[in-house]
């Protein structure tokens, strides 16, 4: 390979909660286990060269006043899309600064919504929008993913048009690729949702943060290429954190090619003065979606899937009672935990305990709308993935 995906970086003490936060109260690890970050959506790897080298030659000028994004950063953003995912016709009128992604899903939210409003997700539901949601004022109403009999995750489209009916709901978040499923939706099963969406005049907020790391050569559809309606009805939210592991530079953007929609999206978000972007990550951007940049997203890709390849088999050959179907993007694992439970006479909790004791920092699958699950991050060096599960086998789950 050309790029490091190898190194071991010590992130301690360098602006890191993914090394330096244990997300439990009162759990410790045992003296003589090093710990292993595989909780928030953080990867543990280096940047792309290009991006660095980007925001070093901007820091080699010293000033930093104010300023306007510049043409590169647009042209940059186009050029991605339509390299990456078969995207024309996209103008640097549809692409709008966000913060963060859940920022610009709470604008979107507020410009369509009053509070008290109920909003349709599916479930498991990324906790990012659980939070924001419930302290925006919202409500919301979840639509299960069911397992078909492959174990792929599927929407439900009877249950979300019912819902969408019953509740009067007029906007719903559409998570794509799913978190923390990991589901890279097929163009039918996008096509058939924003149908049920058209049919209830439901508004779309889909979410694509993940919409760069797809595993085994599966495809990405972004949900406002399935038809017209689509691309009028939907808020898109992007940004290069995802993917080039940049969420301390803070910086986002939607694509809304809807007017009415776009005007009203900016005009809520420009109202507490608090989305503006910063320099350096419009520098980071720009070296990030650059030709290099591309690249190293392949690299990192095929890393990614060898890591989900082997972390899947390993738990089907020797963690009898987790579940698990193996993710066709993100990073992320899903592990239910039920049956593992019910037949050791363990807690969720115990079980989550026991990892940490060994320095497997996992993260709490609850909050995620599942009563048993663990979320697990794959995004670090092969040789850490292969030590994590070394230690959950005779440690943890075969103890």
């Not at 390993?314 to 694992?333: A, D, N, W």
């Amino acid at each position: 390979m050309t790029y490091d995906f190898t190194t071991i970086m010590d992130r301690r003490g360098r602006d890191a909660i993914a090394v330096d936060v244990i997300p439990y109260e009162n759990y410790e690890v045992q003296e003589g286990f090093s710990r292993i970050p595989m909780w928030v959506a953080d990867m543990n790897f280096a940047t792309a060269p290009s991006v660095t080298q980007a925001v070093a030659e901007r820091l080699a000028h010293p000033a930093f006043g104010y300023f306007n994004p510049s043409d590169a950063y647009y042209d940059s953003i186009i050029r991605w899309h339509e390299t990456r995912h078969g995207i024309t016709g996209m103008t640097r009128d549809c692409i709008g600064y966000e913060n963060g992604v859940l920022g610009g899903v709470v604008s979107t939210v507020n410009s369509l919504c009053s509070q008290g409003d109920y909003i349709l997700l599916h479930s498991p539901t990324y906790v990012g929008f659980t939070g924001s949601l419930t302290n925006n004022g919202n409500r919301l109403i979840l639509s299960p993913l069911v397992q078909d009999e492959q174990g792929v995750w599927r929407m439900d489209y009877e249950d979300m048009d019912r819902k969408l009916k019953q509740y009067k709901i007029h906007l719903a978040i559409f998570c794509s690729p799913h978190n923390p499923c990991g589901r890279v939706w097929e163009r039918w099963e996008i096509e058939k949702a924003m149908e049920v969406y058209a049919a209830n005049d439901c508004y779309v907020i889909s979410d694509e943060i993940w919409s760069d790391i797809i595993l085994n050569g599966n495809k990405h559809i972004p949900t406002q290429s399935v038809s017209e309606d689509a691309k009028q009805r939907t808020v898109a939210m992007y940004a290069p954190s995802k993917t080039f592991n940049l969420a301390g530079l803070i910086g986002s953007y939607h694509v809304i090619y809807n007017p009415w929609l776009r005007d009203r999206v900016r005009s809520t978000g420009s109202k507490p003065h608090y989305n503006s972007m910063n320099v350096l990550s419009m520098h980071a951007l720009i070296g990030a979606y650059s030709d290099t940049g591309m690249a190293w997203t392949d690299e990192l890709c095929a890393v990614l899937s060898e890591n989900v390849n082997y972390a899947c088999d390993y738990i089907r050959e020797h963690f009898e009672g987790i579940k698990v179907e193996k993710p066709q993007g993100t990073y992320m694992l899903y592990l239910d935990c039920t049956d593992w439970c019910e037949s050791h006479g363990k807690t969720i909790d115990e079980l989550q305990k026991a990892g940490v004791s060994v320095g497997v920092i996992w993260q709490d699958g609850r909050p995620f709308h599942h009563p048993c699950s663990i979320r697990l991050n794959l995004a670090l060096p092969h040789s850490l993935v292969v030590e994590a599960f070394e230690r959950m086998d005779k440690y943890v789950f075969n103890a």
